[in-house]
């Protein structure tokens, strides 16, 4: 890709563990230059977590700089406004308040620059629950999400951070819409994008199904499928493959891979609403025809069917996976070592967006960003030697 799309684009982030940097990697994959502020000395303390957490910052912090600078200091809160002033975009997901008392606040920053995009990454937008502090766990349980996930009587936090991801990339989507405005009036402007009203529109579905029908949702698990075959079978050897016969044509192409064209026939499978309403003999029929077969065997049959199909993988599977090690970016963990990990899921004329910096380390562009604003190296020594950077 020879020009990104944002390139030229100055966004300075103030964050922290998968919402804000989420917000940043979408801009930086995009070609924004994206400037991490982090606290001096140490860094954020997301380079630090472990167990689930222990992946976060080398995953969501490709493509940017870092600069550190103690912005409790005077010296520290002058660099950051330094910075601010040459900015297009501002993104912090810091709790109600924080950046504020920091004097970074929207009100304090947009009479420094009036065109910066201020996006302020938070548990909710303004209500009655703005001022609480939230995670994406506990939204997760507040809006139903965690109660549709897990079987009845069991709710179950979804497998990813997958609001506070969304919440990130809301951000994106506001941050673009206020750009755009920008162009036409000159002006900045705060966005919010937030947890809690993100996991809401996710289950937005399940509230209109039961608007619609009068009938609440059941969790996922205990749902009532819309199609004939959509679950898992076991195949020959124990392994378990996901099939998914939803249309007309997924059910021709099954009977006529599997040499049943005596179903097509069937008054029972003669439609999607007749496989539904028969479904424990459909069941029947597909689980023998798994149970005969191999999952490898059975996997190639139903691709060349044209039937939706998929093993019930592990993450680190994708490391083996063809398509997803197709667009793999090489980023480097903190161990020095590589792993082919998903770029941004879309594509550019085919190609997807590229790895272009890794994951920085602690101040690893304080130089050359305060020397992009001027800053002789006497300067920079002095404001490293009281603290104030790193």
């Not at 996991?199 to 199904?209: P, R, Y």
């Not at 161990?335 to 602690?362: M, N, Y």
Request: aromatic share 6%.
């Amino acid at each position: 890709m020879s020009a990104l799309p944002l390139e030229g684009l100055v966004v300075l982030e103030f964050s922290h563990t998968v919402m804000g940097p989420t917000c940043g990697v979408v801009l930086a994959d995009l070609g924004a230059d994206v400037i991490r502020v982090e606290p001096a000395p140490d860094g954020d303390r997301t380079r630090r977590l472990h167990g689930f957490a222990t992946g976060f910052f080398a995953y969501f912090n490709r493509n940017k700089r870092c600069i550190c600078i103690d912005l409790k200091s005077a010296a520290g809160l002058h660099v950051a406004r330094d910075l601010l002033a040459g900015a297009d975009v501002l993104v912090e997901n810091f709790a109600p308040g924080t950046m504020e008392r920091l004097g970074l606040g929207w009100e304090q920053v947009r009479a420094v620059n009036p065109r910066l995009i201020y996006c302020a990454l938070k548990g909710f937008l303004p209500g009655p629950y703005e001022h609480r502090p939230a995670l994406d766990e506990v939204v997760q349980f507040m809006t139903g999400l965690a109660y549709m996930t897990g079987p009845p009587g069991q709710p179950l936090r979804a497998g990813s951070s997958v609001i506070d991801i969304m919440g990130g990339v809301m951000g994106d989507v506001a941050i673009l819409a206020a750009l755009r405005q920008r162009d036409r009036d000159g002006q900045g402007r705060r966005v919010t994008s937030a947890l809690f009203e993100s996991s809401a529109f996710l289950v937005g579905q399940h509230m209109a199904g039961e608007a619609a029908t009068g009938e609440p949702s059941p969790p996922m698990p205990a749902r009532s499928s819309a199609w004939g075959i959509y679950e898992t079978f076991p195949t020959r050897g124990g392994e378990k493959l996901f099939i998914g016969i939803t249309s007309d044509n997924h059910w021709r192409g099954f009977c006529t891979a599997f040499d049943r064209l005596d179903l097509l026939a069937d008054p029972r499978f003669v439609s999607n609403a007749a496989r539904v309403a028969n479904r424990p003999a459909l069941r029947e029929i597909v689980a023998a025809v798994a149970a005969g077969h191999d999952i490898a065997a059975l996997a190639r049959t139903m691709e060349q069917a044209g039937i939706p199909f998929s093993p019930v993988n592990r993450p680190s599977d994708l490391f083996g996976d063809p398509q997803a090690q197709a667009h793999a970016l090489p980023v480097r963990m903190p161990a020095g070592t590589t792993a082919g990990l998903p770029p941004l899921p879309i594509a550019f004329d085919d190609e997807s967006p590229r790895l272009r910096l890794q994951p920085p380390g602690v101040g690893e562009h304080t130089d050359a960003v305060l020397a992009g604003l001027g800053y002789s190296a006497e300067r920079i020594a002095a404001l490293r030697e009281s603290g104030a950077i790193r």
